[in-house]
């Protein structure tokens, strides 16, 4: 069983940007479609980002495309989430997940990391 930890949260104001790593700390995942999902405050959490490492391909919600960007790098078991031109509406907490399909309804995930917050501020 693989164990996921999220880093790279914190404060920042609109416009800035973050980077979020999330780590595969037993490499069980290397072949898993990896995928950022994140919750606000009384919100359901939603769908970001998601890299099929085995079809080359990502997918994004039209909320983030163009802003933040996927990627891994299985030779250090991360996955990494790129944000930039921050905004308010950004401010979750960020959640990596693994499954075998690229889903992007949280509820079809089984492996997911503790959440890292990022909070923009205006």
């Known amino acids: 069983q693989g164990q996921l930890a999220e880093s790279g949260g914190g404060l920042v104001q609109a416009g800035g940007s973050l980077r979020l790593s999330c780590v595969d700390s037993r490499g069980a995942f290397s072949s898993y479609v990896m995928a950022w999902f994140r919750q606000a405050p009384e919100k359901e959490r939603v769908f970001v980002a998601l890299i099929d490492w085995n079809k080359g391909s990502t997918n994004y919600a039209d909320s983030v495309k163009g802003r933040f960007t996927i990627s891994r790098d299985n030779s250090k078991n991360t996955v990494y989430l790129e944000m930039n031109s921050l905004t308010p509406e950004d401010t979750a907490v960020y959640y990596c997940?693994?499954?075998?399909?690229?889903?992007?309804?949280?509820?079809?995930?089984?492996?997911w990391g503790q959440g890292s917050q990022v909070t923009v501020t205006v």
């Open positions: 997940a693994a499954a075998r399909v690229p889903f992007t309804a949280p509820r079809l995930y089984d492996h």
